[in-house]
DNA sequence: GTAACTGGTTACTAAAAGGTAACTGATTAC
DNA sequence: GTAATCAGTTACCTTTTAGTAACCAGTTAC
């Protein structure tokens, strides 16, 4: 079925387990290797570098090197990294209505999307 | 980042190769292990059946026994599963924008099943 | 001079995922 | 009696992914 293609084309560049997370820092102010690390617990350096590699490539971010002293990079989201935002905004409503299905977790303790 | 858990969540569920595929198998008519199996190309019998217990105990499918002679059993959506319709859309959506945007591929030629 | 910062890369190791093929037990068709 | 179908499971091996830590050059602050 046709629906098949672009849902994994979608998928194999979103899914996994940090470039969403690592969009959202992005998204969130954070443009500087070290400063995207320091803002994701457990993410190590090396995975890190290989997803902003795959995310530029996908034309989600934009890196740019400054030319300064302690040599600095800077990671940008594109425009149509934009257009993801409808994508989770359908992925975390379904999450949360998943989990109240599944676990019968009312609580609803923070529905907001800082994203 | 109040966003990531529920995304994460969803994707934990639907994430991965196979997980979109063999639902919409089920969704098109395909009801019996075999069936399912022989429906997608490069799908071993190992992960199947591995990614449907994922799914059953996710609530997406049910698995029923019929007590038969070449003994049978039955997979069969969800209503709660039939929720991951729209996440699906956007996904889709998403895919088809995104191909045109990285390769200006307005062709959209190939819709069969690539595996 | 020493340590720490910048943005990574490289090498080694450990864990997870996936592929292949054989095998189960009951039954049907030839 | 032989082969094939059903729905898987098991064991073994390979491939992929991820974690750890050391290290590069250039600069700043102490």
New binding site residues.
């Given amino acids: 079925m046709s629906a098949l293609l672009p849902v994994r084309d979608t998928l194999d560049i979103i899914g996994?387990?940090?470039k969403l997370l690592i969009l959202i820092s992005i998204w969130e102010g954070n443009?500087?290797?070290?400063?995207i690390?320091?803002s994701i617990p457990?993410?190590?350096?090396?995975?890190?570098?290989?997803?902003?590699?795959d995310m530029e490539e996908n034309q989600l971010i934009i890196?740019t090197?400054l030319n300064g002293?302690?040599?600095?990079?800077?990671?940008t989201p594109t425009e149509h990294s934009k257009t993801l935002k409808k994508v989770i905004l359908e992925l975390q409503n379904w999450g949360i209505n998943h989990r109240k299905e599944i676990f019968g977790d009312t609580s609803e303790k923070d529905n907001s999307i800082r994203v």
Same sequence: chains 1, 2.
Avoid: A, I
């Fill in positions: 996994g387990k940090w443009k500087h290797f070290r400063e690390e320091r457990k993410l190590s350096t090396k995975v890190l570098s290989k997803e902003l590699k890196r090197v002293f302690p040599v600095r990079t800077q990671y």
